[in-house]
């Protein structure tokens, strides 16, 4: 086969990039743009680290959609972002936990953070994108708690908020 010069194509020059090195924590979700998981779990380290001093809560917002179609569309994932980017305090920290999933650390107690959580999945129904609704779940970061341990317990509690239905925020409590 002709290479493209012969073939009156021209092609781009090749270039060495240069490779800088990548703290794959720190990568973010290519289609929100947000700090990953990885990140996300380094974050609640750091922060887990000063809840004696502070409180934080991590709020988990799961996306419930009617239409069963996968993946999230792009447009709708970006207008989520954005909502929820606006919508936060410059101390908080947004970020990508799963493809249908958005954590915020926030700073204060739970009980702060849950009317910040009904707000929040109120306004992503009210964003006009048809059969796209929310629920969230939320946990209290302790001291004697892991990232990974904080993060599974707002994943526990966002299922049964979705379980629940549309509008649901569930805080993480341990059982009796």
Known sequence: MPAADDLG???APKHDLPTAPCD???VADVTTLLPS???LLERLGERLTVTVRTSATLVIIGLLRRDEGWPTAQSTLAAVTGLLARSLR???YLAKSGPGEFAVLMSGPADAAEPAATRLSAAISDLGIEGLTAAAGI????PELSAEEVLRR???SLTAARRAGAGTVIRYREPY
């Open 9 to 11: 194509m021209t092609t």
């Open 24 to 26: 794959d924590a720190a």
């Open 37 to 39: 998981r990885d990140a």
């Open 90 to 92: 410059g101390d908080d």
């Open 139 to 142: 946990a209290q970061l302790a």
């Open 154 to 156: 707002g994943l526990v």
